[in-house]
């Protein structure tokens, strides 16, 4: 099936940037009006933590990822849905659909605090004490933000941590942090900039 090319616009690009911010707002809200905790993570916490330091080193990223802990999902799941959110299991992934035919790229993925994502994983996800307010939601502290990249390292992971590299918000001295794997992960991308 051919793809269907729509005219190059500025105002589409502008929508899908602020569609993700809706779209993480409302999860916020949801999770805070139900008293949950949460750390939003992922993409998106790699962005508010590069605009701190240079807003034209931001990277967009679609889908939000949020970081609970398992014992709260049915709260979330229930305030999610009453959000608009529509509930669907993808590839093992708890993922919240803006409509019931919409795009898992641009969804509320979950994120269980504690816990690993794939059993081959070396370290699990962040606690939910790893947070901390940012203005508008909580956002992972940024140790724990490095961490998770650095332990789930796929490329958009090592290109999330590029960023953060070279805005000078991660460097050398963050080795002895990590696990001797993690920190040669992270000696790696430090040596090699350009990937």
């Not at 001295?173 to 990937?195: E, Y």
Request: charged share 30%; net charge negative.
């Amino acid at each position: 099936m051919p793809i269907e090319l729509k005219p190059f616009s500025w105002e589409r690009m502008i929508q899908a940037v602020e569609k993700v911010q809706e779209r993480t707002l409302r999860a916020a809200r949801a999770m805070e009006a139900a008293d949950i905790p949460y750390a939003v993570a992922g993409g998106n916490a790699v962005a508010a933590w590069v605009a701190r330091v240079d807003r034209a080193a931001v990277r967009n990223t679609q889908d939000v990822d949020i970081l609970i802990r398992r014992s709260d999902f049915e709260a979330a799941k229930e305030a999610l849905e009453s959000r608009g959110f529509v509930y669907q299991l993808i590839f093992g992934v708890d993922c919240f659909l803006d409509r019931p035919d919409g795009s898992p790229r641009d969804a509320v993925h979950i994120l269980f605090a504690g816990e690993k994502v794939k059993q081959d994983d070396l370290l699990p996800n962040a606690e939910i004490t790893e947070r901390e307010p940012a203005e508008q939601y909580d956002i992972l502290q940024l140790e724990s933000l490095v961490r998770m990249k650095l332990n789930s390292h796929r490329l958009k992971d090592r290109v999330h941590l590029l960023d953060l590299i070279a805005i000078g918000l991660v460097d050398e001295t963050w080795l002895p942090k990590f696990p001797q794997q993690l920190a040669d992960r992270l000696k790696h991308l430090i040596d090699n900039p350009d990937g």
